[in-house]
């Protein structure tokens, strides 16, 4: 492994929480990196349109909203590396990131890594993914026209997805395990009142069919307990997503369901270690929040370094 190199604020992650951090890192002349596992953007790049980020009263697409968030990152000196990481380790007020490349060291670090989609774990789920089994209706809903499909979930995610497929299906089943719905009143308005959309309530998916692609899905009624079959040709899981925390578990041995603890300023127990967006507890999983997450973490990380120069702790 060669030398470490060193930074100021390292940012892990490439969303719009991180994005919002480099930006207010970048433009305080902190020496800033971030360090994303595949590309820019996170889930966000995904998203087809964002009605409720403030400024664009017609809405933006995902992927533009990033690119410009991240052009502006770099207009401010901020570095980007895809690079995975793997390791971080604390030592005093020093952070040493490891990734498959390098090995990076700084006072602050910002943990922005988001969440990964949650599976349902059923039969065909795996066997099938890519062959009508799908998490991203930007992605993979084009490929279903005049299909019909299934959408599982009963949230915000869900029901708008579900909403912007039926651009593109002869029908969109929803499938959800309880009756009332958590997504927001004006999705659930808008499905209801959606001639392609039926809903299945109080169902779950306990089988997903076909061999070489979807050919449709085994139902369950939570409380009667009937059976039965649907013919569709692509399902849509939309039941929550999981936070990218497993290479943390050294550092926080006692995390929260994968979610991480912090104070008012996003700071983790850990002095130092930021986390803001998915990974964080009670985050509200928005785009505009994430933002303003990451401009609280970068300002609160740059006082916090300041404070550990002033008392000696870290060199001027
Ligand atoms: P979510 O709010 O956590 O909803 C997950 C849904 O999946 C719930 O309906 C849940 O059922 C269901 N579910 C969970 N595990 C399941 C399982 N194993 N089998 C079957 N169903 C399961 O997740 P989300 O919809 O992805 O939303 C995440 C956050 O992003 C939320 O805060 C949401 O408000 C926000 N968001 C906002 C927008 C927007 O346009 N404003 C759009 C997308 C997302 P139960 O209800 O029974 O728990």
């Known amino acids: 492994m060669p030398d470490p190199i060193e930074y100021d604020i390292v940012i892990v992650g490439g969303g719009p929480a991180a994005l919002a951090a480099a930006i207010y890192a970048g433009r305080s002349?902190?020496?800033?990196l971030v360090l994303e596992r595949s590309g820019l953007g996170g889930q966000v790049a995904l998203t087809h349109a964002i009605?409720?980020?403030?400024?664009?009263p017609e809405g933006i697409a995902g992927p533009e909203l990033t690119t410009r968030m991240a052009a502006q990152a770099a207009r401010f000196g901020v570095e980007t590396r895809i690079e995975e990481v793997t390791r971080l380790d604390?030592?005093?007020p020093i952070k040493i990131l490891t990734t498959s490349e390098n090995c990076y060291r700084a006072p602050a670090v910002i943990l922005a890594m988001g969440a990964d989609p949650r599976k349902l774990n059923v039969p065909g789920e795996s066997e099938l993914r890519g062959r009508g089994v799908s998490y991203c209706a930007t992605c993979d809903g084009p490929f279903?026209?005049?299909?019909?499909?299934?959408?599982?979930?009963g949230g915000d995610t869900a029901l708008k997805e579900a909403l912007f497929l039926t651009h593109f299906a002869s029908e969109v089943v929803i499938v959800h395990r309880r009756d009332t719905f958590r997504a927001e009143k004006i999705y659930q308005t808008e499905a209801a009142g959606n001639p392609k959309i039926r809903f299945e309530p109080e169902t779950v998916v306990q089988r997903i069919l076909g061999e070489?692609?979807?050919?449709?899905?085994?139902?369950?009624h939570v409380k009667s307990e009937a059976v039965k079959k649907i013919d569709c040709e692509g399902v849509f899981i939309f039941v929550g997503r999981i936070p990218n925390t497993s290479f943390l578990k050294n550092v926080f041995p006692k995390q929260h369901?994968?979610?991480?603890?912090?104070?008012r300023d996003m700071m983790t127990c850990e002095p130092g270690l930021f986390a803001i967006g998915d990974v964080r507890q009670y985050s509200y999983r928005q785009i505009a929040a994430a933002v303003?997450?990451?401009?609280?973490?970068?300002i609160a990380a740059e006082n916090w370094i300041s404070a550990q120069k002033a008392e000696g702790k870290l060199k001027r």
């Open 29 to 32: 002349e902190m020496r800033t």
């Open 51 to 56: 009605e409720n980020y403030p400024g664009f």
């Open 90 to 92: 604390v030592e005093g």
């Open 144 to 153: 279903f026209r005049g299909k019909k499909l299934v959408v599982v979930g």
């Open 212 to 220: 070489q692609k979807v050919e449709g899905v085994e139902l369950r």
């Open 257 to 263: 369901g994968g979610q991480l603890e912090t104070d």
């Open 292 to 298: 303003g997450e990451g401009a609280m973490a970068a």
